[in-house]
């Protein structure tokens, strides 16, 4: 364990250990709260020495000698409960810290994971992560799909989230990550600054990475909303095309559309949808346009151009 990290440790431990006993005036209580707004790290170690009170609850019952007794006298309580929970967090540091596992969300499902780091995991639908965290590094493989991540400041781990070959490398920001097929990432970052390849990406702009090659540009807030108004359950169109239209739609749903005439392929679009509200959309753009549906077998709904 780093001394950083055993330091915070010990910090979680004593103002832990004062509140379960009482043991904070008015000027302490306030500097508690200053420490904890001060650093994400603090409340995530707080966090931590939280779940190691009730093991170290545990040791209280242990008998005590009389030179222990001594000892104890010379102390205070939370003095001693702290020691203790430092202990206790020592052999704990190793849960929190490595973590490895994988989450996914089904078509049309959303899920919200929190690391153990106290980094967020937005998924969108169809999407996967594996995570692989260690006291040097933590990564993050985005196996297919897209996720919104908000990531705990620590910059003696940064946080890198791999998508195909491209890595985006960030200590504490918030970004948006799409894989656009195997060789297209699209990268929308909503607060700080990360790096993809070369290049640092602040706050509301995007990278797109396509064949090793990152282009860059700054978007306006009503794009930077549009791009991650998914964690709403939404689908915003502002001008894309229909088969571009269709194809975010069939994102959320078994159900697939298909532009099955070019001819009305290049029609723009728009509006607000949820995204399970593929049949608000099928009537909106057959009411304003030349367009009829036909359902067809294996889950699929034809788009057609009316003659």
Request: aromatic fraction near 8%.
């Amino acid at each position: 364990m780093g001394q950083e990290a055993k330091n915070l440790n010990s910090a979680a431990a004593e103002w832990l250990a004062k509140l379960q006993h009482g043991e904070l005036s008015s000027a302490d209580q306030a500097e508690f709260d200053r420490w904890m707004d001060a650093n994400p790290a603090h409340a995530v170690a707080f966090a931590r020495a939280e779940q190691a009170w009730e093991q170290a609850k545990r040791l209280q019952a242990l008998p005590k000698t009389n030179v222990s007794a001594t000892k104890s006298a010379a102390r205070p309580h939370w003095a001693i409960a702290a020691s203790v929970l430092v202990a206790v967090l020592g052999f704990a540091f190793w849960y929190f810290v490595w973590e490895s596992r994988s989450y996914s969300t089904d078509v049309g499902e959303r899920r919200s994971v929190m690391l153990k780091d106290g980094s967020q995991i937005n998924l969108n639908t169809a999407s996967r992560v594996e995570i692989d965290m260690s006291e040097q590094q933590r990564t993050v493989r985005l196996v297919r799909g897209e996720g919104l991540f908000k990531v705990a400041h620590d910059p003696t781990r940064p946080f890198v989230v791999m998508a195909g070959n491209t890595a985006v490398r960030a200590v504490g920001t918030a970004f948006n990550v799409r894989m656009r097929g195997e060789q297209l990432v699209e990268v929308t970052v909503t607060e700080g600054i990360v790096s993809v390849g070369d290049r640092r990406i602040s706050a509301d702009s995007t990278a797109v990475v396509a064949a090793g090659a990152v282009s860059s540009a700054t978007l306006e807030k009503d794009e930077l909303h549009r791009r991650v108004a998914w964690r709403e359950g939404v689908i915003e169109l502002k001008g894309e095309t229909l088969a571009q239209a269709v194809d975010e739609f069939n994102r959320y749903s078994k159900r697939k559309l298909v532009v099955a005439d070019p001819a009305i392929a290049a029609i723009r679009v728009g509006g607000r949808f949820e995204t399970d509200e593929a049949d608000k959309f099928l009537n909106a753009i057959t009411t304003s346009f030349a367009i009829r549906v036909v359902a067809a077998e294996n889950d699929q709904v034809f788009l057609l151009g009316r003659p």
